[in-house]
């Protein structure tokens, strides 16, 4: 957390918290919706401004109770979640959050019901970003790279009746894949979507 935000709330600290003005969509954007957008259930305005998602992300947090917030300065503004707190791209580097941070120590890669692609690591639980799934599906280790999506084709049919694994960018090992339905996700990594008062 920014020293400015730690001096705010010592001096201000007893702001009423923000509900419903900010969300993280499903690629690691963060949106601010306003009372219209709150009202209709759209998904909100993309914030552009590299300098205001850098302080986001440097003041993104959770409380005991799994709600996810943004501490500006003196306020707790509450952030709803498309799908989970975290977001994640791989990179040549390797593993990269939506804060800006680095994923570097990854346990497990998880596909849903929806055949989203999860990371695990460092207590995260990271959505991939669905723009990189044919960069995760080209990281299946299979006979040649064209034959990785018919791998995880078979696979999908029955994950209980064989192995799949991949090498991400930046890790030496492979890693299992592991089907998890998003409730079970939810339930080892607590978090609540939609904060509420």
Request: glycine residues 8%.
């Amino acid at each position: 957390m920014d020293d400015i935000v730690k001096a705010a709330m010592l001096k201000w600290p007893d702001v009423p918290d923000c509900y419903g003005w900010l969300a993280l969509d499903a690629r690691g954007q963060w949106r601010m919706r306003d009372e219209a957008c709150q009202r209709t259930g759209g998904a909100g305005d993309i914030i552009r401004n590299p300098a205001l998602q850098a302080f986001i992300g440097r003041n993104y947090q959770s409380d005991e109770a799994g709600n996810w917030y943004f501490q500006n300065g003196p306020q707790r503004v509450f952030v709803e979640l498309e799908v989970c707190p975290w977001i994640c791209s791989l990179t040549p580097e390797g593993i990269r959050l939506h804060t800006g941070a680095a994923l570097t120590s990854i346990s497990a890669v998880l596909i849903d019901e929806q055949q989203r692609f999860y990371l695990t690591g460092e207590n995260k639980l990271c959505l991939l970003d669905d723009r990189d799934t044919e960069l995760l599906i080209n990281c299946i280790q299979a006979e040649s790279p064209e034959n990785a999506l018919e791998v995880l084709d078979i696979w999908l049919e029955n994950p209980a009746g064989g192995s799949l694994h991949v090498r991400l960018p930046g890790q030496r090992n492979t890693l299992p894949v592991q089907f998890a339905k998003t409730t079970e996700m939810q339930a080892q990594f607590p978090y609540i979507r939609k904060p509420a008062p």
